[in-house]
């Protein structure tokens, strides 16, 4: 027999924000930077596009997150910038990325 998951409940991302007194829409764009094996993951129900969701291991992870960037709040604004800019097809003539 495989692993098998222990997670019996998960947090709310707005119920992560009001524990942690952290903004929703903000703690939103930091959490973005975790996947389900750092503790986030997406609760969907019926006719819902579903909502952000916190292990216990996630909040902890989250913390850590948010410390680093309450230290550099320039990273969200750089990955904002990335996530914008427009991608250019590479071509065998061309040496850019």
Same mark, same amino acid.
């Given at each position: 027999?495989?692993?098998?998951?222990?997670?019996?409940?998960?947090?709310?991302?707005?119920? +992560?924000?009001?524990?942690?007194?952290?903004?929703?829409?903000?703690?939103?764009? +930091?959490?973005?930077?975790?996947?389900?094996? *750092?503790? %986030?993951?997406?609760? +969907?129900?019926?006719?819902? *596009?579903?909502?952000?969701?916190?292990? *216990?291991?996630?909040?902890?992870?989250?913390?850590?997150?948010?410390?680093?960037?309450?230290?550099?709040?320039?990273?969200?604004?750089?990955?904002? %910038?990335?996530?914008?800019?427009?991608?250019?097809?590479?071509?065998?003539?061309? *040496?850019?990325?």
């Amino acid at each position: 027999m495989g692993p098998v998951n222990k997670v019996s409940h998960v947090f709310t991302l707005g119920h +992560v924000a009001e524990m942690l007194g952290e903004d929703e829409e903000w703690l939103f764009e +930091v959490a973005e930077e975790m996947d389900p094996e *750092d503790g %986030q993951l997406w609760v +969907v129900g019926v006719g819902e *596009d579903g909502v952000m969701a916190f292990t *216990d291991e996630g909040i902890e992870n989250l913390k850590e997150l948010i410390a680093i960037h309450k230290e550099d709040p320039s990273i969200i604004e750089k990955r904002r %910038q990335v996530l914008a800019a427009p991608m250019k097809p590479k071509t065998e003539e061309s *040496d850019e990325l």
